[in-house]
């Protein structure tokens, strides 16, 4: 144990002279996201494809049989496609995506809430799944630093195995690295947290609030996945539905004012249903001619719901008849999106401080 004099010392309180130092004992706080590419070039791409399509959790297909595919067909063409719609939406100012600027902002706030609380016996970083900064290397930095005790926060609302389970198993496996491990916490999926739920749905109050009309349907959009891993017990489509079920009530609305839809389908297989491109389609068909769409598995706005949901989404609803599509932003660092965030922090924290 260190005494505190010995700990400002960075010394153990009895350890001979040559002892090497040891710094004062901390807890780290460790978000986490998806990821990023450092850039939009091809190689840049390709790296961070390679990465992201090589996770078992996210592609489960034997490798013998997959990974030929994907290292001689999809990341020759891929990399130009996807780096093409990264650099509609690239923070060409601060020369980053627009998740990296979000993540640093949420980050700084969480940060700055909970050493407000807590003093800097907390240390608040963020990492990423696939790209830079690592998993490996914040963990890495944060043991470094005197982290005892590291409480890991994949900031992801619904738990599916290819978001939270595999940002899991990349921070156990940078557990396994570090001589000293320090003790481990993962925080559990909060879509049902009231603090989530309630910010959800004053962000759909500010946006309705701004609209000459108000929009006949609200579609809640979340991020697929194949329905064989459904039947495989994955039991995000579940938490997905109870999420659009809860925001409804805390809303105050009728059944039918929000429909639960599921994108970014890639490949042939089947996967969840309905697809939000051919869903929003049948709408205008049908004669709703206004709606508005929100991605509650998204914590921070990204190629998926910059560019997906307003590219790509928006045409087909525009293509297929449709008048006016109002795409409601992801809570990114607003604050009550924070405040919850810190209380979930807080409440996985505690028998800690």
Known sequence: MLDAKASDLGRLAHA???HPAVPRARIGVLLANLGTPDNYDYWSMRRY????????????????????????????KRPFTSGANYKQIWNHDKGESPLMTITKAQTARIAEALNARHGDTLMVDFCMRYGNPSTRSKVRQMVAAGCEKIVFFPLYPQYAGATTGTANDEFFRALMAEKAQPAARTVPEYFEHPAYIEALAQSVERAYAGLERRPDVLVASYHGMPKRYLMEGDPYHCKCQKTSRLLRERLGWDKGEIVTTFQSVFGREEWLRP???????????????NIAVIAPAFSADCIETLEEIQGEICEAFEHAGGETFTYIPCLNDDAAHVAALVQVIEDNLKGWL
């Open 49 to 76: 494809l390679n990465e992201f399509l090589s996770d078992k959790r996210v592609i489960d297909f034997p490798a013998w049989k997959w990974q030929p595919l994907l290292q001689l067909v999809i990341l020759t």
């Open 16 to 18: 001979p002279a040559d």
């Open 275 to 289: 697809y939000t491109v051919d869903h929003v389609a049948e709408l205008a068909k049908q004669g709703k001619k």
